[in-house]
């Protein structure tokens, strides 16, 4: 598992924006998909030709949003949301192993969590940051 520092994690932030806005295009893509099946299927729409072609739309839909979050799991960091846009770096601080957070909208990295712990629980960086 590679260990990142602050700096290294900073460098990807474009990279991260670049792969959230595909993410958000193609879910947006999907929700319309998934309401007009919703929509069919409530209706007892009799053509299931056209069903099939919806649900098949939705799983390359889902497939291209996965391929995408593979990006960053490849970058060695972790996807940990979609929707707030989360991203998790592995570190080390004070010898022990913790994840930097990210959130869609941070220019830099400023809070970090225990390995166990979520975003939720996310404290500030200390002034000297893991190198």
């Not at 990142?4 to 990807?12: K, Q, R, Y």
């Not at 295009?25 to 099946?37: M, P, Y």
């Not at 060695?76 to 909208?105: I, M, N, Q, T």
Request: hydrophobic fraction near 40%; include cysteine.
């Amino acid at each position: 598992m590679k260990f990142f520092t602050v700096a290294e994690a900073e460098l990807l932030i474009p990279e991260l924006e670049k792969v959230f806005d595909a993410v958000a295009e193609l879910t947006a893509q999907a929700e319309v998909k998934a309401g007009s099946l919703r929509r069919r299927q409530a209706t007892q729409d009799r053509d299931p030709a056209a069903s099939a072609i919806e649900r098949a739309q939705l799983q390359f839909l889902a497939s291209g949003i996965n391929q995408w979050l593979q990006k960053i799991v490849d970058l060695g960091a972790l996807p940990k949301g979609v929707d707030p846009a989360l991203v998790d770096f592995p570190s080390r601080l004070d010898g022990r192993e913790v994840y930097l957070c990210w959130k869609l909208g941070d220019k830099k990295l400023t809070h970090y969590h225990a390995v166990g712990e979520g975003f939720s629980n996310r404290k500030p960086l200390p002034k000297r940051r893991p190198s």
